[in-house]
């Protein structure tokens, strides 16, 4: 697993790879965080597959902080979303990532579990250890559950 581009809130576009076309695309799953999710789109090309997510470790600053920077217009109610706690704005970092196609004859739940150890090694940190651990294995289990409904539509077609 590894990360091919990310950018953090206020930096330009981010350029997705040309694998990442509209004909590879599997569909999307949603990431949720802060009680507010957002959906993440999923490609395969060839045996890998792409996410770009658009909630990659984003942060959160206070309303206040936002409309010193003007971020926010106070008066008009104007942000980006309030998180659960209603003291914030965030500032949405997005990347994409990919992994090669796990094996799809394996119980869905190691399958999980193998993705979130590949993710918490390309972070860097143990998997036990992985910040909100289980929205990340909510989030990898929705993008099997994708893949598999998508493999057996493909294989269901060809006969």
Not at 15 to 28: Q, R, Y
């Amino acid at each position: 697993m590894r990360v091919i581009c990310q950018r953090r809130w206020g930096q330009p576009k981010l350029v997705k790879p040309k694998e990442c076309n509209n004909k590879n695309l599997l569909g999307s799953v949603n990431f949720a965080f802060f009680g507010k999710g957002t959906k993440c789109k999923v490609w395969q090309y060839e045996n890998t597959i792409y996410i770009l997510h658009r909630d990659w470790f984003s942060d959160c600053i206070s309303f206040d902080e936002a409309a010193e920077r003007g971020i926010i217009e106070p008066r008009h109610g104007k942000f980006i979303y309030k998180d659960n706690f209603g003291g914030g704005v965030i500032l949405r970092n997005e990347a994409v990532f990919c992994f090669e196609m796990p094996d799809m004859t394996k119980f869905i739940l190691d399958s999980r579990l193998d993705l979130i150890k590949q993710f918490s090694t390309m972070l860097g940190v143990k998997w036990f250890d992985l910040y909100a651990i289980h929205r990340w294995e909510d989030f990898f289990m929705e993008v099997l559950t994708l893949i598999k409904e998508k493999t057996q539509q493909k294989e269901s077609s060809e006969v």
